[in-house]
């Protein structure tokens, strides 16, 4: 059952591409409108939302702070995303006109669904972004957009990732449209390039041998940390949080502009760090201001793997190892910036000998809060 591969999450990660598309299948139509149907929530009412409010856990979350960039660029509706943990517990202000997305990919998270419970009790209107049919989140949520994922069964998510980022653009893209939002050009190039990004996803996967053997080459590192900017940074917490929990490693993730307001003391002679650089096309200053991260860290040793997108020549002179990614719209970049994260995470955890499908500690659903 796992399709001829070592390990489920190597399955996984290979699927990504038919996720991802099956995610997009029969929500944009010729002409580039959405049509999603299962998003019960009235038109009249999500004109109405004056906030939005996600709420998800571990890698959801990452989507979810990637969602919320999303949201507030397409659609200038005020966006929070919070650790569904820490929400309920904090008095958060939740109304009538306050959209909550709660993203789960087994839908049975405790925290997630506790947090979405609160939310109801104030008024706020739940939907539900999730991977598993009939599971408790969507059913008690107002309603659901599902993930077509399929089953993931490795403890470490990989596709159902890609497809939450996938479900998260497209509830992004469907508020601006009922909502009238002025649809320009960037619009129209993010829904024509989406329809075409399984294929982008599925040229990283074909480039993966090197990230391995790098992947291998470090096997007996004790720390590896994670750069990243802007969309960049939840793939920099992404990357980190997969090889915690896969390689046991201590590994953290940092937003680029904090380094010099403390972490940059870390960096020390042939401390691995991967750097996520945005597209040198879209916000081309945090593209500059990256680069010259990447030089301060190898100035002071740090060994560098920079993900950057093909083309991108500043950063050559300043990667000791480069992994090419191909270009996208600035929002749409983590779909191809993190498999290569998942990738390099599962190759050092069968390095170090660990188990890829269960790691120590964890469960696959986390159903106690
Ligand atoms: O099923 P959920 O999406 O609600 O799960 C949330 C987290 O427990 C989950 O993403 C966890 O962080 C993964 N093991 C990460 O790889």
């Given at each position: 059952?796992?399709?001829?591969?070592?390990?489920?999450?190597?399955?996984?990660?290979?699927?990504?591409?038919?996720?991802?598309?099956?995610?997009?299948?029969?929500?944009?139509?010729?002409?580039?409108?959405?049509?999603?149907?299962?998003?019960?929530?009235?038109?009249?009412?999500?004109?109405?939302?004056?906030?939005?409010?996600?709420?998800?856990?571990?890698?959801?979350?990452?989507?979810?702070?990637?969602?919320?960039?999303?949201?507030?660029?397409?659609?200038?509706?005020?966006?929070?995303?919070?650790?569904?943990?820490?929400?309920?517990?904090?008095?958060?202000?939740?109304?009538?006109?306050?959209?909550?997305?709660?993203i789960?990919?087994?839908?049975?998270?405790?925290?997630?669904?506790?947090?979405l419970?609160?939310?109801?009790?104030?008024?706020?209107?739940?939907?539900?972004?999730?991977?598993?049919?009939?599971?408790?989140?969507?059913?008690?949520?107002?309603?659901?957009?599902?993930?077509?994922?399929?089953?993931?069964?490795?403890?470490?998510?990989?596709?159902?990732?890609?497809?939450?980022?996938?479900?998260?653009?497209?509830?992004?893209l469907?508020?601006?449209?009922?909502?009238?939002?002025?649809?320009?050009?960037?619009?129209?190039?993010?829904?024509?390039?989406?329809?075409?990004?399984?294929?982008?996803?599925?040229?990283?996967?074909?480039?993966?041998?090197?990230?391995?053997?790098?992947?291998?080459?470090?096997?007996?590192?004790?720390?590896?940390?994670?750069?990243?900017?802007?969309?960049?940074?939840?793939?920099?917490?992404?990357?980190?949080?997969k090889?915690?929990?896969?390689?046991?490693?201590?590994?953290?993730?940092?937003?680029?502009?904090?380094?010099?307001h403390?972490?940059?003391?870390?960096?020390e002679?042939?401390?691995?760090?991967?750097?996520?650089?945005?597209?040198?096309?879209g916000?081309?200053?945090?593209?500059?201001?990256?680069?010259?991260?990447?030089?301060?860290?190898?100035?002071?040793?740090?060994?560098?793997?920079?993900?950057?997108?093909?083309?991108?020549?500043?950063?050559?002179?300043?990667?000791?190892?480069?992994?090419?990614?191909?270009?996208?719209?600035?929002?749409?970049q983590?779909?191809?910036?993190?498999?290569?994260?998942?990738?390099?995470?599962?190759?050092?955890?069968?390095?170090?000998?660990?188990?890829?499908?269960?790691?120590?500690?964890?469960?696959?659903?986390?159903?106690?809060?």
């Amino acid at each position: 059952e796992k399709g001829g591969y070592d390990y489920f999450m190597l399955k996984e990660i290979a699927e990504q591409p038919k996720a991802v598309a099956d995610t997009l299948l029969g929500r944009i139509d010729a002409s580039g409108l959405l049509t999603l149907d299962e998003v019960r929530i009235p038109a009249s009412v999500l004109r109405e939302v004056d906030k939005v409010v996600i709420v998800a856990c571990g890698t959801a979350y990452h989507a979810g702070m990637i969602a919320k960039l999303a949201i507030e660029h397409w659609t200038r509706i005020p966006c929070e995303t919070e650790l569904a943990s820490e929400f309920r517990y904090r008095d958060p202000i939740l109304d009538q006109r306050t959209l909550v997305i709660a993203i789960s990919q087994s839908g049975e998270t405790m925290d997630t669904l506790m947090a979405l419970r609160h939310a109801r009790e104030q008024g706020a209107r739940v939907l539900a972004v999730c991977n598993t049919n009939g599971s408790t989140i969507p059913r008690e949520s107002d309603a659901v957009l599902y993930t077509h994922a399929g089953p993931e069964v490795a403890v470490a998510s990989t596709k159902a990732f890609l497809t939450q980022l996938v479900a998260c653009y497209l509830v992004a893209l469907y508020l601006g449209q009922v909502r009238g939002t002025k649809w320009g050009d960037e619009i129209e190039a993010v829904i024509r390039e989406l329809s075409d990004i399984a294929a982008a996803v599925d040229r990283v996967l074909e480039t993966m041998e090197p990230v391995r053997a790098l992947a291998r080459s470090l096997a007996d590192k004790d720390t590896v940390l994670f750069l990243g900017r802007h969309v960049g940074y939840p793939v920099a917490l992404e990357g980190a949080l997969k090889l915690k929990e896969l390689a046991y490693m201590h590994a953290e993730g940092f937003a680029a502009g904090e380094l010099k307001h403390g972490p940059i003391a870390l960096i020390e002679e042939d401390l691995p760090v991967v750097v996520v650089v945005p597209s040198p096309r879209g916000r081309s200053v945090l593209h500059d201001k990256i680069v010259s991260n990447i030089q301060e860290i190898r100035a002071r040793g740090a060994r560098t793997i920079v993900i950057a997108e093909e083309g991108d020549e500043a950063v050559v002179p300043y990667a000791d190892h480069l992994i090419r990614i191909p270009a996208t719209p600035t929002l749409l970049q983590p779909l191809v910036a993190t498999v290569p994260l998942q990738v390099f995470a599962c190759e050092l955890a069968t390095a170090r000998g660990n188990e890829v499908d269960q790691p120590r500690n964890l469960a696959k659903s986390v159903t106690v809060e």
